[in-house]
């Protein structure tokens, strides 16, 4: 089955360093890629996504995705962190249908 | 414009005893999808309703069950309650034939506590 894999569940970056989040899927498919966000007590929110249009994929609040075939990876970056990027971030793919499968995620802290 | 609505909030039951969790989708969407988000762990898929029928599952067991209305909105209900399904439950809506899971607007989710 089609799964994500993010290692790491907790991740401290000082304030103004460069953010990087892993994540591999399992098949050899490009598949339709996603990551989200999810601050404290809120739902989860569209940071970006890959559906084959381009491998550099730019998404909201300064955030990007690689997607790397060859690699079956889809990292997120963010050259400077700020404070208020401290969340959980969910790696997510769509396995068939519309539902999407969710990797564990990796909870975020910014240092100031 | 109205995101997606779930009610309640937070809500604590007893071990055996069945809950219903509520959702309103977002204006224009007439899909309705239910995630379970336990603690430290990423959402798992439950299922998904279109015209008022379930169009997939999960790997749930049948003590998870839902409803969809003509209106859209949706039930999410649980009998014989377990403290394993102590989490967040998250719902999330979409067009049909549309981006699918590219076009999810997600809800705050109702935190159930299982005692």
């Known amino acids: 089955a089609q799964s994500v894999t993010q290692l790491g569940s907790h991740v401290s970056v000082s304030e103004g360093a460069l953010v990087l989040l892993r994540c591999n899927y399992s098949s050899s498919v490009p598949p339709y890629l996603f990551w989200y966000v999810q601050y404290p007590n809120q739902g989860l929110q569209l940071l970006l996504k890959y559906t084959s249009a381009a491998t550099l994929v730019k998404g909201i609040n300064g955030f990007e995705a690689e997607f790397k075939k060859s690699e079956t990876s889809f990292h997120l970056t963010k050259p400077s962190a700020h404070m208020s990027d401290a969340a959980e971030y969910f790696c997510a793919v769509i396995p068939r249908g519309n539902r999407l499968a969710f990797g564990k995620g990796n909870q975020v802290v910014v240092i100031p | 414009d109205a995101g997606v609505t779930q009610s309640p909030t937070h809500l604590i039951k007893t071990r055996g005893q069945q809950v219903t969790l509520r959702c309103s989708p977002k204006?224009?969407?007439?899909?309705v999808s239910w995630y379970q988000q336990a603690l430290g762990q990423g959402p798992q898929f439950i299922f998904q309703y279109y015209e008022e029928e379930e169009r997939q599952r999960g790997n749930f067991p049948d003590r998870f069950s839902g409803h969809q209305f003509p209106n859209y909105s949706s039930e999410l209900n649980v009998n014989a309650l377990l403290l394993g399904d102590s989490a967040l439950y998250l719902c999330?809506?979409?067009?049909?034939?549309?981006?699918?899971?590219?076009?999810?607007?997600f809800g705050s989710g109702t935190r159930l506590t299982v005692v």
């Open positions: 999330a809506s979409s067009s049909w034939g549309g981006q699918g899971a590219s076009g999810y607007t």
């Open positions: 204006s224009g969407h007439d899909t």
